[in-house]
């Protein structure tokens, strides 16, 4: 039966008048249960958007939601989708992302997603509901240890076990997941601490915490010793990753780039911080990077790392990066990431848009110049390697669909609109990586750290959601989609009409590729051998598919797609099953012992 406008009001009324008696009786405080307590927490964060799941354990949440008007929930059809779609959301907004989910399975079901966001330092609180307090430690139904679960995939987790800490713990919550290195906290709220009331004096305005007070000013005679190492390199290098943009330092990196003249190179979850389309940007580094930014990175003699790990993707081979006598400084927000896998010789913790602006603010009153002679051969070093064009690829005979042609007309079409890509993980991912030039950050959203298969739809919703003027387009691959497919469902009742570009070579196409270089073309179940008409499917979701088999059909579909402005369009790419993504960089090889083509192999 449909609740009248006039009900609904009288029922609003109804509770205000509630309210205000209860505040009456408490001094002017009102009283609250836990649920609306949490609902008040959340507005006074300035949530506009929390993605979940119901349950048992969260009904009274469920219920204060339903009270307000504010806070858009958005009802995923899975739970990993709900914490995927947030963490979207907060790397394109830069804005904390909100999920909430119940007790037992709607936890474990958002564990991917909470240890996604982790690896990439992505601020995130996940709301979930647990059992009663007293029936903790029981094996209540659709209980699970949420704490002791989440613990080594969260940057801080609570259970507030006493609704009077409420308030406070949300306050810590988010001022955890925001400041220093970035990342999600997990608050698990027992059912009885959702529905008791306490006297509400209001959202605390400040958080003082003793344990936690992350450094944001770097050292300023470390500064200055960098300062000195870099200004006489004779082959200095740049290397940022995804620190930068977390750190929104994009425009103090290429004000840094631009006065030095300096070559720069960004890691997977970096791109877009540097210009991809500026000359002294050499291109991705790593296992599929390129020539000349591995090479440089390999051979250059002062490093400027800033917010960047050092992971295996990037380095490789450890003992092989060390043989290369360099002297690197690191600027890093974290602590525990400097010297964790490379000893470096200048150290500085410190949020990375300070440490730069105040390196700047050095080189703009230093006398001293960089070594224009030394760089000129530098440079001229770097294009000879650049001139190698690595990321050439074969057209083939024309009738069939090279992936990377999908990527670069995707590109071409709208590299001056205003864009948002997500990927998915595989081949498709690194194409992407390679073929798409990103010159804004936050434009890229992908799954680096934890490399999490089925990311890209939820991610497209809660980008689309975040920025609704804006194109979104998921370069996925026909595994991967089928991994969070259902969240079709959900792009159909919220409206967030993304654009799906499927690089359907009909196997795990990174796997495959592995098989064939590691284990002489043993292709253990890589092969996909019943795969729907993901056409038809996405007409039963209610969205626009498109089957393209053809290289002259490429242009006119995407085309075609961005046309449909406000429908969800799933184009199905056929694409040439034997294509391998290169350069590659084999596990436990040095950066520079590079697989150039399938000459190589």
């Not at 307000?68 to 059809?77: F, P």
């Not at 792009?491 to 570009?501: A, E, G, M, R, S």
Request: glycine letters at 10%; one cysteine or more.
């Amino acid at each position: 039966m449909e609740i009248s406008k006039a009900e609904i009001a009288s029922a609003a009324a109804a509770t205000a008048a509630a309210h205000n008696a209860s505040a009456a009786a408490h001094g002017g405080k009102s009283e609250l249960m836990g649920a609306e307590i949490l609902v008040k927490a959340l507005q006074a964060e300035n949530v506009k958007y929390v993605w979940g799941y119901p349950g048992g354990a969260v009904l009274y949440i469920y219920d204060a939601f339903y009270k307000q008007d504010t806070i858009q929930h958005v009802l995923v059809r899975h739970e990993q989708a709900a914490v995927h779609a947030a963490d979207g959301y907060a790397r394109a907004t830069g804005d904390v992302g909100v999920a909430l989910v119940t007790s037992g399975p709607g936890v474990t079901n958002a564990v991917t997603g909470i240890a996604t966001a982790y690896m990439d330092s992505i601020p995130m609180v996940i709301i979930t509901g647990q059992v009663p307090t007293h029936a903790i430690g029981l094996d209540a139904f659709q209980e699970c240890d949420t704490v002791g679960i989440t613990r080594p995939i969260v940057k801080h987790n609570f259970l507030v076990k006493d609704v009077r800490d409420l308030a406070r713990t949300l306050k810590q919550a988010f001022h955890i997941a925001r400041t220093g290195r970035p990342g999600p906290v997990v608050v698990d709220i027992p059912k009885d601490v959702s529905f008791k009331k306490t006297a509400y004096a209001g959202y605390p305005e400040t958080v003082e915490m003793r344990s936690y007070n992350p450094v944001r000013k770097g050292h300023g005679g470390q500064i200055r010793k960098a300062l000195q190492l870099l200004l006489a390199a004779k082959r200095p290098y740049i290397y940022t990753g995804g620190g930068v943009v977390i750190g929104n330092a994009s425009q103090e990196l290429r004000t840094l780039v631009d006065m030095l003249g300096y070559p720069v190179t960004n890691t997977l979850m970096g791109l877009g911080a540097y210009p991809a389309s500026d000359r002294k940007f050499l291109g991705m580094l790593g296992m599929h990077g390129t020539i000349e930014a591995n090479n440089a990175m390999q051979n250059c003699d002062v490093l400027l790392a800033v917010g960047a790990r050092f992971d295996d993707r990037v380095i490789g081979n450890t003992k092989h990066f060390a043989q290369n006598e360099r002297k690197i400084i690191h600027i890093d927000i974290d602590p525990s990431s400097i010297s964790k896998r490379v000893k470096v010789d200048i150290p500085i913790v410190g949020d990375v848009k300070d440490v730069l602006t105040e390196l700047i603010g050095m080189i703009k009153e230093s006398a001293v110049k960089p070594d224009a002679k030394a760089l000129a051969g530098w440079w001229n070093t770097i294009e000879g390697w650049r001139e190698r064009h690595c990321l050439t690829y074969s057209s083939g005979t024309g009738d069939v669909i090279k992936p990377q042609y999908v990527v670069e007309t995707l590109w071409n079409m709208t590299k001056d609109a205003d864009t948002y890509i997500t990927s998915d993980v595989g081949q498709h991912q690194m194409w992407a990586a390679q073929y798409y030039r990103f010159d804004e950050p936050r434009r890229w959203i992908n799954s680096g750290g934890l490399g999490t298969m089925g990311v890209g739809i939820p991610y497209a919703m809660g980008v689309k959601m975040g920025k609704p003027d804006s194109e979104v387009f998921c370069i996925t691959g026909e595994g991967s989609v089928q991994m969070c497919i259902q969240e079709l469902s959900t792009c159909l009742q919220y409206n967030t009409p993304i654009k799906i570009v499927s690089l359907n070579n009909r196997y795990l196409g990174m796997v495959r590729q592995w098989q064939e270089v590691e284990y002489a073309g043993r292709y253990s179940s890589s092969y996909m051998d019943a795969l729907p008409n993901f056409v038809k499917l996405a007409e039963a979701y209610g969205h626009v598919g498109l089957l393209i088999e053809s290289p002259q059909d490429v242009e006119p579909a995407l085309r075609e797609a961005r046309k449909l402005k406000d429908r969800t369009v799933f184009m199905d790419f056929r694409t040439d099953p034997t294509e391998n993504v290169f350069p590659m960089v084999q596990s436990g090889k040095g950066i520079t012992e590079m697989l150039l083509g399938s000459e190589d192999l």
